[in-house]
């Protein structure tokens, strides 16, 4: 494996880049495949269920989209709460999520953006909405073959708002 080095040279005046080839060197790859990505969304979201159990129905969104078929097929059987494609949410009277057909109070929770730290650690900004929007960030943690969330911070509790 090859890797490059670059060094600098600056002057008042002028800077100076040079890259350099060193052979045998070893390059650090960042996970980003799509099923990590999602599978780190998964934790997020189970997480997230677990911390707000009391809305009946949770809408997802990944990344600014509706997931897919397949990523929603890991929630089947999930009845508290009971996941639901976004598409299938709509707002009473009163700006409160609720499912289309059931009526039933929900939230809308999505993973707005994943940052990989290394192979093993992913920092997450994910939002909640349930007639209040609540914005955290949380550091998901590879242990064995699945994700757990270490750390969550509230952003919507932060000190400087």
């Known amino acids: 494996m090859t890797a490059l080095i670059t060094f600098g040279i600056s ?6 880049w040079f890259l350099r080839t060193v052979p045998g060197a070893k390059t650090i790859s960042i996970t980003s495949s799509i099923t990590e990505k999602e599978n780190v969304a998964e934790a997020v979201f189970r997480y997230q269920f677990e911390w707000n159990k009391q809305e009946k129905v949770a809408f997802l969104t990944l990344e600014g989209k509706e997931p897919d078929e397949n990523f929603m097929n890991r929630f089947v059987g999930q009845t508290e709460p009971r996941v639901q494609r976004h598409s299938r949410k709509k707002f009473d009277r009163y700006d409160r999520i609720i499912d289309a057909d059931t009526r039933e109070q929900g939230e809308l929770i999505s993973v707005v953006s994943i940052r990989w730290i290394c192979d093993t650690i992913a920092e997450v ?3 909640v909405y349930d007639g209040d929007v609540g914005e955290y960030i949380l550091r998901v943690h590879r242990e064995g073959d699945h994700w757990i969330v270490k750390s969550f911070l509230d952003l919507s509790e932060a000190p400087w708002q």
């Open 125 to 127: 900004r994910s939002n």
């Open 11 to 16: 002057s008042s005046i002028t800077s100076y």
